[in-house]
C-alpha cells in the first residue's frame, strides 16, 4: 500500500526566528492521524534565521537526527560535545536517560536549513550519546547511501532502534531500486528537488508510505535529495 502526503498538508509554525514543518505531531500541532510511522516519530523541516537557534534543553529516550541542508549548524550537549553541523553531515545524538543541548546558527547572514528527525528507540534508559559523520555527494550520487543504522554497517552512524536511513541524490536518468521487507515500513521523505517513487511524483516536502511493497523505485530526478527509512512495523 502506497500513501501520499504532500507538502502542503504538513504542519507549520512561523515563530519569526524558525520557521518549521512538521511531517508528524508535534508541539502546538496536532494530527491524529499523522503521529508517527513505526519508530520514526518526527520529522521537522527547520529553517533557522542567522544568529539565533534553540536554548539548552532537554531530551530523553530518543534517537535525534539531524540533517543540514544548507548552512552551519552549532551544536553543544551535557556530555561536553561541541561541533559544527554542515551539508552532508548526519549527527546522532541518543538522549538515553537525559542529555541538555543546544543548537545555533552562529552565521551572521545565511540561514540554516535543516531536517531533524526523532526515532524511538528500542529500550528505555539507554546511557546518552553523541556520533557525527559525513557523508560526501558522491558516495550519495545516483544511489541510496545507508547513514544511520542499529550496527553502524557500512560507517554508518548508530541508531538503537529497528530502522535505518539511508540518502540519496538523483538527477536526470539517476535510478535506484531497494528491495523491501513487505513485513516492515518504509517512509520516503523529499528533502529537495523532485523525484518519481513506484510510479508517485513527488517534490520537496512530499513523503510516500510504504506498506507491504516488495521495492522501492527511485527515478526521473530533478536535482532531487531523497531520504528513505527502513522501519519494524
Not at 534517537?63 to 550537549?77: A, N, P, R
Not at 554497517?153 to 529497528?162: A, C, L, M, N, Q
Not at 513527488?202 to 527511485?218: I, M, Q, V
Amino acid at each position: 500500500m502506497l500513501t501520499l502526503r504532500r507538502s502542503d498538508e504538513r504542519g507549520f509554525a512561523d515563530h519569526g526566528w524558525l520557521q518549521s514543518f512538521h511531517s508528524f505531531s508535534f508541539s502546538e500541532y496536532h494530527d491524529p492521524a499523522h503521529m508517527g510511522f513505526g519508530p520514526l516519530r518526527v520529522i521537522n523541516d527547520d529553517v533557522v534565521a542567522p544568529g539565533r537557534g534553540f536554548g539548552m534543553h532537554g531530551h530523553r529516550d530518543m534517537e535525534i537526527v539531524t540533517y543540514v541542508l544548507q548552512g552551519q549548524l552549532s551544536h553543544k550537549d551535557s556530555l561536553g560535545n561541541g561541533a559544527d553541523i554542515l551539508p552532508g553531515d548526519v549527527q546522532r545524538m541518543s538522549a538515553g536517560k537525559g542529555i541538555m543541548h543546544s543548537e545555533f546558527n552562529q552565521g551572521l547572514r545565511e540561514s540554516v536549513h535543516l531536517l531533524q528527525i526523532w526515532i524511538e528507540p528500542s529500550a528505555k534508559g539507554l546511557s546518552p550519546g553523541y556520533e557525527q559523520k559525513n557523508f560526501s555527494e558522491a558516495d550519495k550520487r545516483g544511489r541510496l547511501r545507508l547513514v544511520a543504522s542499529p550496527d553502524g554497517r557500512e560507517g554508518s552512524v548508530t541508531i538503537h532502534s529497528d530502522a535505518t536511513l539511508s540518502v540519496g541524490l538523483f538527477d536526470g536518468e539517476e535510478r535506484a531500486e531497494v528491495a523491501l521487507n513487505p513485513a516492515r515500513k518504509a517512509y520516503v521523505h523529499v528533502a529537495r528537488g523532485a523525484i518519481v517513487a513506484n510510479g508517485l511524483a513527488l517534490k520537496a516536502g512530499d513523503a510516500l508510505k510504504l506498506e507491504g511493497e516488495s521495492a522501492l523505485t527511485l527515478q526521473g530526478g530533478e536535482q532531487a535529495e531523497v531520504l528513505v527509512f527502513d522501519l519494524a512495523a
